[in-house]
């Protein structure tokens, strides 16, 4: 089936505009259920021959694509106040144009021309220097993200509100909205206590900080001119700074090389563990209600 707008070119504003639900829908149906890895798809380029936008769709329930878009819009608001030369080399795509359907939501924004760190790692002709690199530019990006102003009214989740998206809970979601810290931090310790009260607690950071806690390496992605794009916010947003610091003892090569870079506080670590065994192993309403 010929794709439209695939026959002229047009600027990657006019394509997203231009695009009906009904077009969207079809090419989603179009689409595979899973990559090579496995993996669920989530989203692809368009048109297919020249690309000049990625359209990146889900649920709301089952994906909460609706929160990660407006929390990837925040992300670009506000690397785009930042001063050019503090935010020189980072980057975030640009959403032309957020789609809601239903209970669906398609992000139709900026095509990046590039490799993700994932892609530049199966190259075994690469440098120590060029890694360094990349993990430079990549703990840049995460410090400029730390950096952002949370909005005085955040509660813990993503921008505008919602479910948590962490590697902490149970299927990397919490099972609740928390209206606060304090709310969080008391739902975690009623886990961590449910069999024993003896068990480590957390105590939280009051101030809230914009965390982007998926450190998969295909999430970062390297132009030719070296500029970096943090391109996946499912499992970003306003959250105390442990919640950054357990995110960086994950099982990953960004995790690994960054970890002691951030200053982070490690005293809540030992009990998030705990916590997160608990999460892994028991039902979901666990520690609740709080």
Same mark, same amino acid.
């Given at each position: 089936?010929?794709?439209?707008?695939?026959? %002229?070119?047009?600027?990657?504003?006019?394509?997203?505009?231009?695009?009906?639900?009904?077009?969207?829908?079809?090419?989603?149906?179009?689409?595979?259920?899973?990559?090579?890895?496995?993996?669920?798809?989530?989203?692809?380029?368009?048109?297919?021959?020249?690309?000049?936008?990625?359209?990146?769709?889900?649920?709301?329930?089952?994906?909460?694509?609706?929160?990660?878009?407006?929390?990837?819009?925040?992300?670009?608001?506000?690397?785009?106040?930042?001063?050019?030369?503090?935010?020189?080399?980072?980057?975030?795509?640009? %959403?032309?144009? %957020?789609? =809601?359907?239903?209970?669906?939501?398609?992000?139709?924004?900026?095509?990046?021309?590039?490799?993700?760190?994932?892609?530049?790692?199966?190259?075994?002709?690469?440098?120590?220097?060029?890694?360094?690199?990349?993990?430079?530019?990549?703990?840049?990006?995460?410090?400029?993200?730390?950096?952002?102003?949370?909005?005085?009214?955040?509660?813990?989740?993503?921008?505008?509100?919602?479910?948590? =998206?962490?590697?902490?809970?149970?299927?990397?979601?919490?099972? %609740?909205?928390?209206?606060?810290?304090?709310?969080?931090?008391?739902?975690?310790?009623?886990?961590?206590?449910?069999?024993?009260?003896?068990?480590?607690?957390?105590?939280?950071?009051?101030?809230?900080?914009?965390?982007?806690?998926?450190?998969?390496?295909?999430?970062?992605?390297?132009?030719?001119?070296?500029?970096?794009?943090?391109?996946?916010?499912?499992?970003?947003?306003?959250?105390?700074?442990?919640?950054?610091?357990?995110?960086?003892?994950?099982?990953?090569?960004?995790?690994?090389?960054?970890?002691?870079?951030?200053?982070?506080?490690?005293?809540?670590?030992?009990?998030?563990?705990?916590?997160?065994?608990?999460?892994?192993?028991?039902?979901?309403?666990?520690?609740?209600?709080?």
């Amino acid at each position: 089936m010929a794709q439209p707008h695939e026959s %002229i070119y047009q600027s990657p504003y006019d394509v997203a505009e231009n695009l009906t639900e009904a077009e969207v829908t079809a090419m989603i149906e179009q689409q595979p259920m899973g990559d090579d890895r496995g993996w669920r798809v989530t989203g692809f380029a368009y048109p297919t021959d020249n690309p000049v936008v990625y359209i990146k769709y889900g649920h709301n329930r089952s994906s909460l694509r609706d929160s990660e878009a407006r929390t990837h819009q925040f992300a670009y608001d506000s690397l785009q106040r930042l001063p050019q030369q503090d935010r020189q080399g980072v980057r975030i795509p640009k %959403i032309y144009r %957020i789609i =809601q359907a239903g209970n669906w939501t398609y992000i139709v924004m900026e095509y990046i021309r590039g490799k993700t760190l994932a892609k530049l790692m199966e190259d075994r002709e690469t440098s120590k220097e060029t890694y360094q690199y990349y993990y430079d530019s990549i703990e840049r990006a995460l410090k400029l993200l730390l950096s952002f102003p949370v909005p005085k009214d955040a509660a813990p989740g993503p921008y505008g509100g919602g479910i948590i =998206q962490h590697p902490l809970f149970k299927d990397y979601r919490a099972a %609740i909205q928390y209206d606060s810290v304090d709310m969080l931090e008391q739902h975690l310790n009623n886990v961590s206590t449910v069999i024993s009260k003896d068990a480590l607690t957390v105590s939280l950071e009051r101030d809230l900080h914009f965390v982007f806690a998926d450190l998969y390496e295909g999430n970062f992605m390297f132009t030719d001119n070296g500029d970096v794009y943090v391109i996946d916010f499912e499992q970003a947003g306003f959250l105390p700074l442990s919640f950054m610091t357990y995110a960086m003892i994950q099982m990953r090569a960004v995790a690994g090389m960054l970890h002691d870079k951030l200053d982070l506080p490690q005293e809540n670590i030992p009990a998030m563990r705990h916590i997160c065994s608990l999460f892994v192993m028991s039902w979901t309403k666990i520690g609740l209600p709080v």
